[in-house]
């Protein structure tokens, strides 16, 4: 771009290339197209830095945005996943109730035995033993292997049937305390109500639950769970 000055001895328009002014012909200062030559450049310098800021101002207003998407992103997956209940969770939600609230001591409360026995494919236990004792032990005996199972009644009154195994640690036995299913091996803790872990380093493996219905004074385990169920870990 040519800049327009003007020559000091008759006014005449000039431009930055000239060393005689066109009209009069005064031989030009140096100086005049020295700072032609450099209005030039900072004419030229200040309208790239307003392309190169509008070019930044856009690509941070573009960063911004995807920064926000990824965050709202992330959050609502978060939310999800803590509010979709675990698979403990979920089989124990359609669980059958049995009684009313059920209040377990807040010092140590072990499980009684009962006998069990299979039948037309369905592994049985009393109902009314469940209900008196409120946190039972029992095993399926099978051609192959015997398999320790437990029942217990949630504190709203659910019946919880499951794999009485604590799979890191390899123990069977459990006792319940308050709110509280723990694990006599290892003391880890799980949430009696829906098995979320609390504490313990075994807090990915509860007893297994696995899904029983009520008729008549039975609580009823299809006997494929059982000779199905295979170790997590």
């Not at 069990?116 to 049985?124: D, R, S």
């Not at 019946?159 to 880890?188: M, R, W, Y």
């Not at 504490?199 to 494929?224: A, F, H, L």
Request: with cysteine; proline share 5%; charged share 20%.
């Amino acid at each position: 771009m040519t800049t327009i000055n003007y020559c000091p001895n008759c006014g005449s328009k000039i431009n930055n290339e000239v060393k005689f002014c066109p009209e009069c012909g005064n031989k030009l200062n140096p100086q005049i197209a020295f700072q032609a030559r450099t209005n030039s450049v900072i004419k030229g310098n200040n309208k790239r830095e307003k392309v190169l800021k509008k070019k930044n101002h856009k690509s941070s207003r573009k960063g911004l945005y995807a920064s926000l998407a990824v965050v709202l992103f992330t959050a609502a997956i978060i939310f999800y996943v803590n509010a979709k209940p675990s698979k403990e969770g979920a089989i124990i939600k359609e669980q059958p109730k049995v009684s009313g609230n059920v209040n377990y001591p807040s010092v140590r409360f072990d499980h009684s035995y009962s006998i069990a026995y299979a039948k037309n494919g369905k592994v049985i236990i009393p109902l009314d033993v469940v209900k008196e004792k409120k946190f039972v032990k029992f095993d399926y005996i099978g051609a192959y292997s015997t398999i320790p199972l437990l029942a217990y009644l949630t504190e709203d009154g659910k019946v919880v049937t499951a794999i009485s195994i604590c799979e890191p640690c390899d123990s069977k036995d459990f006792h319940i305390q308050g709110s509280n299913l723990i694990c006599n091996s290892c003391g880890t803790t799980w949430d009696l109500n829906n098995l979320d872990a609390i504490s313990g380093s075994c807090g990915k493996y509860p007893p297994d639950p696995i899904q029983s219905r009520v008729v008549g004074n039975e609580i009823q385990i299809d006997e494929y769970l059982v000779t199905g169920w295979t170790r997590r870990v």
